[in-house]
Antibody
Framework: QITLKESGPTLVKPTQTLTLTCFFS??????????VGWIRQPPGKALEWLAL???????RYSPSLKSRLTITKDISKNQVVLTMTNMDPVDTATYYC????????????WGQGTLVTVSS | DIVMTQTPLSSPVTLGQPASISCRSS???????????LSWLQQRPGQPPRLLIY???NRFSGVPDRFSGSGAGTDFTLKISRVEAEDVGVYYC?????????FGGGTKVEI
C-alpha cells in the first residue's frame, strides 16, 4: 500500500522560507517511471501544480514559481522536500504531495495535505 | 501554458440520474507520442483528490464503471451514468501533455 504524508509548519511569516517534507512508503523513488509532485490548493479554490521530481532526478517546476521553488529527494529516507522562498499571504493553501506515474501520466495517490497559513 | 476550462462550475444532480462535466483545453492535448494526457480527478469534501480517469477514457484502479471519459483534441467529457450520494464533490480535469501541468477550475457536483 502506497502512503504519503506531508509535514511542515502550519504558520509562516511573510518573506520567510517554507520547507515541506513528503514522507512516503510503499514504493521506491528509484523505480523507473515514478515521480513525486507537489500541488497546492488555496482555501475554496482550484488545484495548482508546483513541482515534480522523477526517479532519475529530473525536476520540473511551475514557470510562475520557478524562481522560488526547489524540490529534492532523499532516497534513503523516502522523502521529498519542497522549499518555497519569500512566502506571501497569497501562498496560503493546503499543500499536497502525490505520486506521479509515467505509465498512466497522472497523480495518485495523494497525501492528506497540510494547510500552510502565511501571516504576520 | 495550456488553460483548462471546465463547465459548468456547479452541477445540481438527482440521485440515480446521469451527470456530465465538460473540459476544454486552450490547445490540443495530443502529445508528440500520439497519446492524449487528459485525466479526471475527484475531490470529496474534506479529502485529497483521487484519480478517476487517465488518458481520456481509462478508468483508474478501483473506480466504478459508472464513471466514463471521452473526447479528443481540445474537448473532453466526464460522465457519471447514475449519480450516487458518494459522488458528491468537486471534479477536476488535468492535462499532462505539456509542462507546466495544469488543472481546470473544478466542477462542484451536489445533490
Amino acid at each position: 500500500q502506497i502512503t504519503l504524508k506531508e509535514s511542515g509548519p502550519t504558520l509562516v511569516k511573510p518573506t520567510q522560507t517554507l520547507t515541506l517534507t513528503c514522507f512516503f512508503s510503499g514504493f521506491s523513488l528509484t523505480t523507473s517511471g515514478v515521480g513525486v509532485g507537489w500541488i497546492r490548493q488555496p482555501p475554496g479554490k482550484a488545484l495548482e501544480w508546483l513541482a515534480l521530481i522523477y526517479w532519475d532526478d529530473d525536476k520540473r517546476y511551475s514557470p510562475s514559481l520557478k524562481s522560488r521553488l526547489t524540490i529534492t529527494k532523499d532516497i534513503s529516507k523516502n522523502q521529498v522536500v519542497l522549499t518555497m522562498t519569500n512566502m506571501d499571504p497569497v501562498d496560503t493553501a493546503t499543500y499536497y504531495c502525490a505520486v506521479f506515474s509515467t505509465v498512466f501520466i497522472g497523480f495518485d495517490p495523494w497525501g492528506q495535505g497540510t494547510l500552510v497559513t502565511v501571516s504576520s | 501554458d495550456i488553460v483548462m476550462t471546465q463547465t459548468p462550475l456547479s452541477s445540481p444532480v438527482t440521485l440515480g440520474q446521469p451527470a456530465s462535466i465538460s473540459c476544454r483545453s486552450s490547445q490540443s492535448l495530443v502529445h508528440s507520442d500520439g497519446n492524449t494526457y487528459l485525466s479526471w480527478l475527484q475531490q470529496r469534501p474534506g479529502q485529497p483528490p483521487r484519480l478517476l480517469i487517465y488518458k481520456i477514457s481509462n478508468r483508474f484502479s478501483g473506480v466504478p464503471d459508472r464513471f466514463s471519459g471521452s473526447g479528443a483534441g481540445t474537448d473532453f467529457t466526464l460522465k457519471i451514468s447514475r449519480v450516487e450520494a458518494e459522488d458528491v464533490g468537486v471534479y477536476y480535469c488535468m492535462q499532462a501533455t505539456q509542462f507546466p501541468l495544469t488543472f481546470g477550475g473544478g466542477t462542484k457536483v451536489e445533490i
